[in-house]
């Protein structure tokens, strides 16, 4: 579905006012599916639910209100489409996927009450320039380029007002509304994805935190060829605003014309740097967000934005996946299936269709690593393979079974590597990954 332009749009601030957005965008579309089905019925027709819910109409109403909304239901919308993408009717996915892309942004006037909340009446004389117009847009807040007296060129995130006070409330209130819509499958608990999305967006909401993440990652990575990320600036950031180098650059996805040469560099580069995030740091940014990586083509180097959703991982996640990746390279059936539940891919008590589904899952995503050799991520069809799968494993009757919410996070970030390793067009060389890896 194609989206207007980004515009200059208030943000919804008062709990009431997001509250009320919600319960009548739930009214509006269920209003409308009521009166869908009562025509049907009228014509001998029995209507089914997901149909009526999901009609173009209805599908348009709901991507546009949470993208209005922006703050915790938009975001909610984004970790929904990317965690339970494949339980959901093919129309909801692809809206919900669709709110990855930029939001609106707040008006100048709404802009200036935030900054000067944070920095005071005075704050323009910190600046000899600041760009009112933001850079970037997203939907939690957005991203504006100003230039210190003493002549530092930085990018400031400003958080859109309201946003943390209504997190809470955001998660609870859509929740209810995904699963009062009938579009989950039964069985299917949203509960630990609904408690995750909360934490993850009050972490995300503190802009101190992420300036602390920010320290913590660069330490980490040290001085990595081929990779750049900006540094915060502690006295210009707060709860509510985060300064920090401004690094000129473009968006990733501008490579896709680039000799292939660099796209497969670029592409070996990101792959090492998420495998080192699993098994070396154990601390990944868990944001697939294609905004995230931008390309500065003087240097050749990626570099590396947005860390709120920094996280670490329960300390034997990483053994359990290189127990996985070992059984599977292994073609040891028995190995693989206890380490798919082991992760919690698997539930222990899991009935035949459940576990005959994963472990065809686990064979075709495990297929290229047994082959070695070069992988070209745009060639193959393994990810529409796996999506045909879960979708006929969610129509069945068994119960629908989520692994941990880490895992989760986990698949979020792996996902939105691949889909962007597909649009750069990359060809990896699993031998090389295999060997660094030291799982072969």
Known sequence: MDRRPPRPLAVPSGRLTRLMRIGGLATGIGGRAIAQGLGQLA???????????????????????LSRMRGAAMKVGQLVSMETGQFLPPELAVILEGLQAGADHMPERQLRTVLTRAWGDDWQTRFSRFDMTPIAAASIGQVHRAVT????????????????????????NLGMLLRLSGLLPQGLDMAPILT???????AEANYLAEAANMTAYAKVLGDRPGIVMPAPDAALTSDQVLAMDFIDSRPIDSLVTAPAETRDRVGQDLVDLAMDELFTFNLMQTDPNFANYRWQGDSGRIVLLDFGALRGFSPDLAPKYK?????????????????????????????DDQRVAVMQMLG??????????VFDAAETQIPQ????????????RCAAHMP?????????????MFLLMARLRVRIDLDRLLTRLNVS
């Open 323 to 351: 127990a996985l990746l070992r059984a599977g390279l292994a073609q040891d059936q028995a190995a693989l299936q206890k380490a798919a539940t082991d992760i919690g891919y698997l539930a222990p008590n899991a009935g």
């Open 149 to 172: 007296r003493d002549g530092r060129v930085l990018a400031v995130k400003v958080q859109y007002p309201g946003v943390r006070a209504s997190i809470d409330s955001d998660v609870d």
């Open 385 to 396: 393979q796996i999506a045909d799968i879960a979708l006929r494993l969610s129509r069945s």
């Open 43 to 65: 014509t001998g027709r029995r209507p089914d639910a997901r149909e009526l819910l999901m009609t173009p109409a209805n599908a348009a109403r709901l991507a546009t209100q």
């Open 196 to 202: 995750e999305a909360r934490q993850q967006l009050h």
């Open 404 to 416: 941990p919410p880490e895992v989760m996070f986990l698949h979020r970030k792996l996902g939105g």
């Open 364 to 373: 075709l995503a495990l297929a290229p690593l047994r082959r070695g050799g």
